[in-house]
């Protein structure tokens, strides 16, 4: 009897015997899940891929975190998207790695037809970081407490253009040609300007270094791909100008200026203005940063100098800074009345800095 015969038939004795399925009459069934249950400090919740073989349900997690209440149960995707940062990238790496374990499964059927929860996660695991995107998550997460909120976020905003230019991006695509081509795509197709492009570059060469170090490529690819950073004539405002922006915002002229739209409705626009030219006075006065001035608090201030601790990149980076203030930026700061236990020192939401 032909040997392959005899496999099938003690194969069939089996799944008899314990009640099983042939292997191409199993269920299986791979999609994005979102455990409302499980929270980390931060009460955003995990997301993972339910893989489902014959009932049997297993949980493969994703290393990527979003508020529960922005999940749409039904699609299994992301529902609120201006809600959760990054949410068309991660809906759109959702769908790429339930194809990826779909393909894992197909792949282990053609093989050998069994498959189980343990050969999925080991193909699975085996190449997830072999994907850029996912070895960028992987390592965010693993120096989460040592890195910045803002400085988390300003990696996955230069990276949405390197994920919407090359889909599933694996670390061995990026060669010398590959950043050739996309330092072109960057200055051509989006019009970016060169310190821009610097940026964007030197995010991708930070983590390729480290993937490199860690022996996941064989090449390092920015070896021999120079670029380098634009030197800029700043302009600076003249006292006359300053003395005119101050002089405009005590005014409070900008509280009179209203915009109609099209329909006709008016729109007090005007306050925006006002808190803005308030947020750049404070910064000129300072010398503060955008994301100092965001964390400016009531509290910060004690006896007429505001004492705050700086950080910059990495959190274990800090030290203690100690500002006189003076006529000008008491006035502008407008501490009257005011206790350590108020909020902001300006009226409305720090905007970006453009």
């Known amino acids: 009897m032909d040997i392959s015969l005899n496999v099938q038939i003690a194969f069939e004795a089996i799944c008899f015997s314990k009640k099983l399925k042939k292997p191409e009459n199993m269920r299986i069934t791979v999609k994005a899940h979102c455990d409302k249950h499980q929270k980390r400090k931060d009460g955003k919740s995990t997301l993972y891929l339910k893989v489902t073989i014959d009932r049997r349900v297993r949980l493969i997690s994703l290393s990527k975190h979003i508020s529960f209440e922005n999940w749409d149960d039904v699609t299994k995707r992301i529902k ?111 019009k970016l300007k060169p310190n821009t492009v610097h940026g964007d570059l030197a995010a991708i060469r930070k983590f390729v270094r480290r993937a490199y170090k860690e022996k996941l490529i064989k090449h390092y690819p920015f070896e021999d791909f120079e670029f380098s950073r634009q030197e800029v004539d700043k302009e600076y405002l003249t006292m006359d100008e300053l003395d005119k922006l101050h002089a405009y915002y005590d005014s409070k002229k900008f509280l009179d200026i209203w915009k109609k739209d099209k329909r006709g409705k008016s729109y007090h626009i005007g306050k925006k203005y006002q808190d803005l030219t308030q947020q750049f006075l404070i910064a000129c006065y300072t010398g503060l940063r955008l994301s100092d001035v965001r964390k400016l608090r009531y509290g910060h201030i004690h006896e007429n100098m505001i004492i705050m601790k700086m950080q910059k990149g990495r959190l274990t980076k800090e030290k203690t800074i100690r500002i006189p203030l003076r006529g000008r930026q008491l006035s502008v700061l407008d501490l009257e009345g005011k206790t350590k236990n108020a909020d902001m020192v300006y009226g409305g939401f720090v905007r970006n800095n453009s």
Not at 81 to 97: C, D, G, H
Not at 150 to 168: A, D
């Open 80 to 190: 609120n998207l201006k809600a959760e940062p990054m949410a068309k990238a991660i809906n759109r790496f959702l769908t790429e790695e339930e194809r990826k374990l779909e393909q894992i499964v197909l792949e282990i059927q053609s093989q050998d037809g069994l498959v189980t929860f343990e050969k999925l996660k080991k193909f699975y695991s085996g190449n997830s970081n072999e994907y850029f995107e996912n070895y960028v998550e992987e390592i965010i997460e693993l120096d989460r407490n040592r890195l910045k909120e803002v400085t988390i976020k300003n990696f996955r905003w230069r990276f949405t253009k390197v994920y919407k230019y090359h889909p599933n991006l694996k670390l061995k695509h990026i060669t010398k040609d590959w950043l050739e081509r996309f330092r072109n795509h960057l200055i051509e197709d989006l």
